[in-house]
């Protein structure tokens, strides 16, 4: 047979198996595919119907199937679209097991909302509320009030008329507050306090955007009171200090108090602002975290303004806060950027329910705080159990209890860690790449930390209702090997 001929017999063989393939309209009268259709629209099914019969089409123009294949084909088409059509409309967004250590962990969220929050939510969410109504008068009322009147019960040992605003998140607050106070004017601060924060967001660029112009004093590890006092002229707006949430500097080091910076603020007569980032109210020390300083302390130091997260130390939504200085707070909040970095009712409500926890001293209510608090001992009473389990059950994996460290994360509390409990697993036909590449893949995806060869599922941040999801993905790997 010459090659013509070769090719002739081809192309009529596969311009046979084209005839066998149906319209989208026949694929989309069968029952199974109406059925589809009802449940994930029809534009979709129609669209998704198309890429199958394409793919059909591209493999038989590739010589890849037979007329049995394309009869088999054809016949699990209904199947086909509707495991494209529930892949591709899938959430995206999924909740995850965080077994990193890492409480707040900023790829994968932060610091996690407890039931009351989430149950605040919803209560607001789904109907309509007095978000900016004051149902006293009937009149038109500032959604600040909900949160302002908590955080004043909150700081009212620390400082007078203290009143607080948000924002979307603590970044946002920063340039806000810049903007608001120091637009035009020079904002001194340490050359040891230009931080650069996450997604290469660093303060000079924030204060640029602000319009504000950067003095900077001092060298990177020691600044005086008498830089400041040298720096500052009649362009001055705002003496800044910044806190380095994210990294330490240790050795020959110097900078001046809080009080301080605060005496001089007042003798100049210009506001002194702290960004603390990080956010803390709750005294860290009671759980072995040292150093961090607290919006309290701030205050009763003499700042005037402070600025910081809710999704951090605080344990609430994403979210940037300031507080402080009543009239000064006011100033910023009539800035026309407020409008359009402010946050909605869902925040608000999460937010209440987290100031509510702090006020009657329910800490455990809090997510992020419970998992601080939680000791060496309790952890390790959970691995072991599971360990014993999974001998049992997984005999062809190395699984151990190890000692480990979890930390705070989110650029809070650098170089601080808490004593902690993880499993390593282990295998010799899976390298631990592969084991945690799986165990991302599970159905709850579980995301684990990678050490010496070994997978490490730290319990500090797994809540102990997981546990047993986090068994049965273990044993799933003995399974797969």
Not at 427 to 443: F, N
């Amino acid at each position: 047979m010459s090659p013509r001929t070769r090719t002739n017999v081809a192309t009529s063989a596969k311009a046979e198996l084209y005839r066998r393939l149906p319209s989208v309209d026949d694929v989309l009268r069968r029952q199974e595919t109406e059925v589809i259709g009802a449940r994930f629209g029809h534009e979709a099914t129609v669209e998704a119907a198309r890429a199958v019969l394409e793919e059909m089409r591209a493999r038989i123009a590739k010589g890849e199937m037979t007329q049995e294949q394309v009869a088999a084909a054809v016949e699990a088409a209904p199947p086909e679209i509707e495991r494209r059509l529930r892949d591709g409309m899938a959430f995206s967004l999924r909740p995850v097991i965080n077994a990193t250590g890492v409480i707040l962990h900023t790829n994968l969220g932060r610091a996690p909302l407890g039931r009351e929050m989430l149950q605040h939510v919803v209560e607001v969410s789904s109907g309509y509320s007095n978000l900016e109504m004051d149902l006293a008068s009937g009149a038109r009322g500032e959604r600040d009030v909900h949160v302002d009147r908590l955080f004043a019960k909150l700081f009212a040992a620390a400082a007078r008329e203290v009143r607080t605003i948000v924002v979307n998140n603590n970044a946002a607050a920063v340039l806000l507050t810049l903007h608001a106070l120091a637009e035009g004017g020079e904002v001194i601060i340490s050359r040891g306090e230009l931080v650069e924060i996450g997604g290469s967001f660093r303060i000079p660029e924030v204060m640029a955007k602000s319009g504000a112009v950067l003095s900077e004093v001092g060298t990177t590890n020691r600044t005086r009171i008498s830089d400041y006092e040298q720096a500052v002229n009649e362009r001055t707006k705002l003496l800044l200090r910044v806190h380095r949430s994210n990294f330490e500097i240790k050795g020959f080091t110097e900078q001046p108090s809080l009080e301080e910076l605060s005496v001089l603020a007042e003798r100049c007569g210009i506001p002194l602002m702290e960004d603390l980032g990080s956010g803390d109210i709750f005294d860290l020390g009671t759980v072995g975290v040292h150093g961090e300083p607290t919006i309290a302390a701030s205050l009763r130091a003499g700042v005037d303004i402070v600025t910081f997260s809710g999704d951090k130390l605080l344990g609430g939504p994403q979210m940037g806060l300031i507080t402080g200085n009543h009239e000064l707070v006011a100033k910023v909040r009539k800035n026309p950027l407020f409008r359009a970095l402010r946050v909605d009712k869902m925040f608000y409500a999460a937010l209440e329910a987290t100031l509510l926890a702090y006020l009657r001293e329910d800490y455990d209510s809090i997510p992020a705080l419970r998992i601080m608090r939680l000791t060496e001992e309790q952890i390790d009473e959970r691995a072991e159990h599971l360990v014993r389990k999974l001998h049992i059950s997984t005999p062809r994996l190395n699984v151990e209890v190890v000692k480990a460290q979890s930390v705070i994360g989110g650029g809070s509390a650098p170089g601080a860690t808490l004593p902690s409990r993880a499993i390593a697993v282990s295998s010799p036909d899976l390298k631990a790449d592969g084991i945690a590449r799986r165990l991302r893949g599970w159905e709850t995806p579980i995301i684990a930390r990678v050490e010496q060869g070994r997978v490490l599922l730290d319990l500090r941040t797994v809540e102990p209702e997981l546990d047993e999801v986090v068994l049965r993905a273990v044993e799933g790997l003995a399974k797969s090997n």
